[in-house]
């Protein structure tokens, strides 16, 4: 295969023929080109939407009541649902296609928080410890509420970045007390969101925040995770499984999403991410489509190239070649024309998609990034290396037809002196 | 070394089939100089590509250096014309992009020998041609007589049996064909069975055995002493 008389022979042909081999692997190299820039803003386009749910968990669902809109067993509509403690423990503990649950407790608006001097109007969140993991909640000091918070009804709080910043300045805010209403809470921890959705929130148990303001054993809406699937139709018929269950509870008809609302997560995620599947599928069959273009126009030329050569070929045949070095002459050209111009365009493609995506960094950091659907548009290294080595199998595939017919050539009708 | 033996051959091309040979025995001894003359059409073209192992035959024997060919696949055919058989051509049919030693290295090429020995050894065959100055130079900067002495040297670096040429001369001036041809005697004095195919009478005088064909059958063969009346026949017209 590296054999200098091989490459000696194939760059003599090129050379012969520079405009020739330049256009076709310019088709090629275009070809691959636009392969990369479609598959790397399919890319770009997938994350910013996927960056949209990375602030949850895939496979959240959320509940909440309302009153029903639908009579139900003899009972009128109008009627008020509410959540309760037993409820929590059913879902627990009973409910099926439930893997964690996080009860809330309203505050009703915004409340007044202050630490000294410093006060805002933040909003609170009650909560349980699953909620982190369901919110991808991060905690870039302290910790985030724990069990023991909740079965001691402590007043603690994890405050975020923002109320921070607004009530301790420069300050360490661990172990500090502030107020929130009139009540006393310690910080142990602070959250950051750094898509600044979240950062001025403050995460309270979800037992100190029913027993302080009054909630008896009322629950306001649940946010639980629910058993993963692959496939929208399992998703919904989980959380449909769901919605049963606790209609059951409550007495209501099971499609009345007045009574109960709920929004299952992981149903949209799937859907989502089924589009860009075949987002993805559209792009590579455009993609190949233009590469396939690209291989036709290397087999002509390799094709008028074994007619322009039949007399060498033949001469070659005559002092012995065989035909599969006749064959390997034609295939080994085709494969240096496409796997280079192909590496050309690739470079090329993947080169304006990282500039794209340094640019975008850069507008990302100087923040107000947060409109933009269009994250990290590049290719990975798996798909530019499967790309490579569709340039090569094509590049063979090119030059196949045209290496068959150099094979055929008989050595007689070549050196036929006509 | 060559014995043909009841060959025929047809060319088949739509409904038509030529029946080109019809019929050919035939025998060249080893070392022997021998012509193949007829007019166009009598199949003397054919008969040259059946025994360079370039074309198949339809019927009839042919042995080559003791061996029979007869189905080879192409691999095999191109083997055997490596090693046995060196093709000299009317237009030379060197190849344009190789200077004139990589064209006498070609054959070498093809028995996978490296490289550096086989350029020493094309230069080796060059300066027996008297072209070692050339040896550097495209086909394209030689004359027509420089470039048929680059392909014969080409024909003769494999050490085949048998030297085949296809009207070495029909592209040269009276000169240099017969300076080629006192190469081909040469390389003939050497032991090496030259047959060559030419329609040009004062040629094919020049070698020891003269085959006509016409029609696809073998006319006349004209031998040793025989030639020397066919000389002064030549000669006499």
Same mark, same amino acid.
């Given at each position: 295969?590296?054999?200098?008389?091989?490459?000696?022979?194939?760059?003599?042909?090129?050379?012969?023929?520079?405009?020739?081999?330049?256009?076709?692997?310019?088709?090629?190299?275009?070809?691959?080109?636009?392969?990369?820039?479609?598959?790397?803003?399919?890319?770009?386009?997938?994350?910013?939407?996927?960056?949209?749910?990375?602030?949850?968990?895939?496979?959240?669902?959320?509940?909440?009541?309302?009153?029903?809109?639908?009579?139900?067993?003899?009972?009128?509509?109008?009627?008020?649902?509410?959540?309760?403690?037993?409820?929590?423990?059913?879902?627990?503990?009973?409910?099926?296609?439930?893997?964690?649950?996080?009860?809330?407790?309203?505050?009703?608006?915004?409340?007044?928080?202050?630490?000294?001097?410093?006060?805002?109007?933040?909003?609170?969140?009650?909560?349980?410890?699953?909620?982190?993991?369901?919110?991808?909640?991060?905690?870039?000091?302290?910790?985030?509420?724990?069990?023991?918070?909740?079965?001691?009804?402590?007043?603690?709080?994890?405050?975020?970045?923002?109320?921070?910043?607004?009530?301790?300045?420069?300050?360490?805010?661990?172990?500090?007390?502030?107020?929130?209403?009139?009540?006393?809470?310690?910080?142990?921890?602070?959250?950051?969101?750094?898509?600044?959705?979240?950062?001025?929130?403050?995460?309270?148990?979800?037992?100190?925040?029913?027993?302080?303001?009054?909630?008896?054993?009322?629950?306001?809406?649940?946010?639980?995770?629910?058993?993963?699937?692959?496939?929208?139709?399992?998703?919904?018929?989980?959380?449909?499984?769901?919605?049963?269950?606790?209609?059951?509870?409550?007495?209501?008809?099971?499609?009345?999403?007045?009574?109960?609302?709920?929004?299952?997560?992981?149903?949209?995620?799937?859907?989502?991410?089924?589009?860009?599947?075949?987002?993805?599928?559209?792009?590579?069959?455009?993609?190949?489509?233009?590469?396939?273009?690209?291989?036709?126009?290397?087999?002509?030329?390799?094709?008028?190239?074994?007619?322009?050569?039949?007399?060498?070929?033949?001469?070659?045949?005559?002092?012995?070649?065989?035909?599969?070095?006749?064959?390997?002459?034609?295939?080994?050209?085709?494969?240096?024309?496409?796997?280079?111009?192909?590496?050309?365009?690739?470079?090329?493609?993947?080169?304006?998609?990282?500039?794209?995506?340094?640019?975008?960094?850069?507008?990302?950091?100087?923040?107000?990034?947060?409109?933009?659907?269009?994250?990290?548009?590049?290719?990975?290294?798996?798909?530019?290396?499967?790309?490579?080595?569709?340039?090569?199998?094509?590049?063979?595939?090119?030059?196949?037809?045209?290496?068959?017919?150099?094979?055929?050539?008989?050595?007689?009708?070549?050196?036929?002196?006509? | 070394?060559?014995?043909?033996?009841?060959?025929?051959?047809?060319?088949?091309?739509?409904?038509?089939? $030529?029946?080109? $040979?019809?019929?050919?025995?035939?025998?060249?001894?080893?070392?022997?100089?021998?012509?193949?003359?007829?007019?166009?059409?009598?199949?003397?073209?054919?008969?040259?590509?059946? $025994?360079?192992?370039?074309?198949?035959?339809?019927?009839?024997?042919?042995?080559?250096?003791?061996?029979?060919?007869?189905?080879?696949?192409?691999?095999?055919?191109?083997?055997?014309?490596?090693?046995?058989?060196?093709?000299?051509?009317?237009?030379?049919?060197?190849?344009?992009?190789?200077?004139?030693?990589?064209?006498?290295?070609?054959?070498?090429?093809?028995?996978?020998?490296?490289?550096?020995?086989?350029?020493?050894?094309?230069?080796?065959?060059?300066?027996?041609?008297?072209?070692?100055?050339?040896?550097?130079?495209?086909?394209?900067?030689?004359?027509?007589?420089?470039?048929?002495?680059?392909?014969?040297?080409?024909?003769?670096?494999?050490?085949?049996? #048998?030297?085949?040429?296809?009207?070495?001369?029909?592209? $040269?001036?009276?000169?240099?064909?017969?300076?080629?041809?006192?190469?081909?005697?040469?390389?003939?004095?050497?032991?090496?069975?030259?047959?060559?195919?030419?329609?040009?009478?004062?040629?094919?005088?020049?070698?020891?055995?003269?085959?006509?064909?016409?029609?696809?059958?073998?006319?006349?063969?004209?031998?040793?002493?025989?030639?020397?009346?066919?000389?002064?026949? #030549?000669?006499?017209?």
């Amino acid at each position: 295969m590296f054999d200098i008389d091989i490459w000696q022979e194939i760059f003599s042909t090129i050379r012969k023929n520079k405009l020739r081999t330049f256009l076709t692997g310019f088709s090629v190299a275009w070809g691959i080109f636009m392969l990369m820039v479609l598959l790397g803003s399919g890319n770009g386009l997938q994350n910013g939407v996927r960056e949209e749910f990375a602030d949850n968990a895939e496979n959240v669902m959320w509940m909440w009541t309302g009153r029903t809109s639908i009579p139900y067993q003899g009972l009128k509509e109008g009627r008020e649902i509410r959540f309760n403690n037993d409820d929590t423990d059913f879902l627990k503990e009973e409910a099926e296609g439930i893997e964690m649950v996080s009860a809330r407790f309203f505050l009703s608006g915004d409340v007044t928080f202050s630490y000294g001097n410093e006060y805002g109007s933040f909003s609170t969140v009650s909560c349980y410890p699953a909620l982190q993991d369901m919110e991808k909640i991060k905690v870039s000091s302290g910790r985030f509420i724990n069990q023991i918070d909740m079965n001691e009804f402590r007043k603690s709080v994890v405050i975020g970045d923002d109320i921070r910043k607004a009530l301790f300045k420069e300050e360490d805010p661990l172990g500090k007390y502030i107020n929130i209403g009139s009540v006393p809470f310690m910080v142990v921890g602070v959250s950051y969101d750094p898509r600044a959705r979240d950062n001025r929130q403050a995460y309270m148990p979800f037992t100190t925040a029913q027993r302080i303001y009054g909630g008896g054993n009322r629950v306001h809406n649940y946010a639980v995770t629910t058993t993963m699937v692959k496939t929208v139709e399992e998703a919904d018929a989980i959380s449909d499984k769901i919605r049963e269950q606790m209609a059951r509870r409550h007495s209501f008809d099971p499609t009345d999403r007045r009574a109960m609302g709920s929004f299952n997560m992981l149903s949209e995620y799937i859907r989502t991410m089924k589009i860009f599947q075949a987002i993805k599928m559209f792009v590579w069959i455009i993609g190949i489509g233009t590469l396939i273009a690209g291989i036709v126009g290397v087999s002509n030329i390799m094709l008028i190239l074994v007619k322009e050569r039949t007399r060498e070929i033949g001469v070659r045949k005559a002092l012995g070649a065989s035909p599969s070095s006749v064959i390997g002459l034609v295939l080994l050209e085709s494969i240096l024309i496409t796997t280079v111009a192909g590496y050309f365009g690739l470079v090329m493609g993947v080169g304006l998609m990282e500039g794209l995506n340094f640019g975008l960094e850069k507008m990302l950091e100087g923040g107000g990034g947060d409109q933009i659907f269009f994250r990290n548009p590049t290719v990975d290294f798996v798909t530019a290396i499967s790309a490579t080595v569709i340039l090569i199998i094509s590049g063979a595939l090119a030059g196949y037809v045209p290496a068959r017919k150099a094979a055929r050539v008989k050595p007689i009708e070549a050196l036929r002196d006509e | 070394m060559i014995v043909l033996n009841n060959v025929h051959k047809s060319y088949v091309t739509g409904n038509n089939s $030529l029946h080109v $040979l019809k019929g050919i025995d035939l025998e060249i001894g080893a070392g022997e100089f021998v012509s193949i003359m007829g007019s166009s059409g009598s199949g003397k073209s054919t008969l040259l590509n059946i $025994l360079g192992i370039l074309d198949d035959y339809d019927q009839g024997d042919y042995v080559l250096n003791g061996r029979t060919i007869r189905n080879l696949n192409e691999t095999n055919a191109a083997v055997l014309r490596n090693e046995l058989i060196g093709f000299v051509f009317q237009s030379f049919n060197l190849i344009s992009f190789k200077n004139a030693r990589e064209n006498v290295a070609l054959p070498l090429y093809y028995q996978k020998v490296s490289r550096r020995k086989r350029n020493l050894i094309a230069m080796e065959y060059l300066d027996r041609m008297g072209l070692k100055e050339w040896a550097d130079h495209l086909p394209s900067e030689l004359s027509g007589g420089q470039k048929q002495r680059v392909a014969i040297a080409r024909a003769l670096i494999s050490n085949p049996k #048998v030297i085949l040429a296809d009207e070495p001369t029909g592209a $040269l001036d009276t000169t240099t064909s017969f300076e080629v041809m006192e190469i081909l005697k040469e390389v003939n004095d050497q032991g090496i069975t030259v047959i060559i195919v030419t329609h040009e009478h004062d040629i094919a005088a020049m070698t020891k055995k003269i085959i006509r064909l016409k029609d696809g059958v073998i006319e006349e063969v004209i031998k040793n002493g025989e030639l020397k009346m066919y000389r002064e026949k #030549v000669m006499a017209e």
